[in-house]
């Protein structure tokens, strides 16, 4: 599994906008065969980042998908949205492998959170 982290510098005057662009991605990521995590937006804080993770079974699978950038029409409405509305100022993409607690041995997993949380 491959997992595309994305950091972005976006226009806090324009976050709904914003909001729009990133809905019209994660069901792009999902209808092409990856899982989207979900857009994280400002809430307190620095008011102009926002991060995006999404992951893909491997980097041969998120190759094919991004073969479509520019090219089809449903990607080219969708980063027409950002264009316009210049909501993002600027962006960083790393790719990442995930360790998750299910691969840890037990002695390294954390303890579960109580349930009343």
Known sequence: MITCVIDYVVDPLKIDSFEEFAGRWMELVELHGGYHHGYFLPCEGASDRALALFSFPSLRAYE???????????????????DTSQCVIRYDRTFMRPLLSSHLPSKHRSAELPSDL
């Open 64 to 82: 094919k998908y991004r073969a479509l950038f520019g090219v089809d029409p449903e990607f080219v409405d969708a980063d027409r949205i950002r």
